[in-house]
């Protein structure tokens, strides 16, 4: 399985960005995909994970404004986020289980600007 994630940027705090994961490759029995995050100096975190059966995890600091979501005709997972703020700033990567197996994107940069 290989993940490219894509959609980062610099944002102004309160606004909006979506961050998307492309899955190529051996994509069935795929049962979970997540998006976690890594600020300087920091470990990485997990913002939010979706399973194939739909079940949603969100980090408490994200709950109410960020939304995970997954088009498994496309091989695609989604994060949408709103109402960002400082704090978010980090490396954003997804990754996908694939029964013992995980796999990770490469990241891509959010930056939000006070």
């Known amino acids: 399985v290989q993940l490219q994630a894509f959609g980062g940027g610099l944002v102004q705090a309160w606004g909006s960005l979506r961050l998307s994961c492309a899955a190529s490759?051996?994509?069935?029995?795929?049962?979970?995909m997540g998006w976690y995050r890594q600020a300087p100096g920091k470990l990485r975190e997990l913002v939010a994970r979706i399973t194939s059966g739909g079940s949603i995890h969100y980090q408490d600091s994200v709950k109410g404004r960020f939304t995970i979501s997954r088009d498994n005709a496309k091989n695609t997972m989604y994060l949408q986020m709103n109402t960002v703020k400082p704090e978010d700033t980090g490396v954003y990567y997804c990754n996908a289980d694939q029964g013992v197996k995980r796999y990770w994107g490469q990241g891509t940069q959010v930056t939000v600007s006070s």
């Open positions: 490759g051996t994509t069935s029995s795929i049962n979970a």
